[in-house]
Structures are given as C-alpha cells and as structure tokens.
C-alpha cells in the first residue's frame, strides 16, 4: 500500500493506478 498519493500530472508508468481516471504518482512506504 502507497503512503502517500500526491495528486499530480505524471508521465510514468505505474501499475497500480487507474489511468483512464489520472496518472497519480504514488510514493511507497518501503522506498
């Protein structure tokens, strides 16, 4: 689980977030 989502326009790719919703940057706990 993120420990934190910053709402923000991101490019990356990310796994774990819907992006027909919005690419959110997601900052793990563990990282």
């Known amino acids: 689980e993120p ?3 910053e709402e923000e326009w991101w490019g990356g790719e990310n796994r ?3 992006k027909s ?5 997601i900052t793990w706990s563990n990282e």
């Open 3 to 5: 420990a934190k989502i």
């Open 21 to 25: 919703i919005k690419p959110f940057r």
């Open 16 to 18: 774990n977030v819907d």
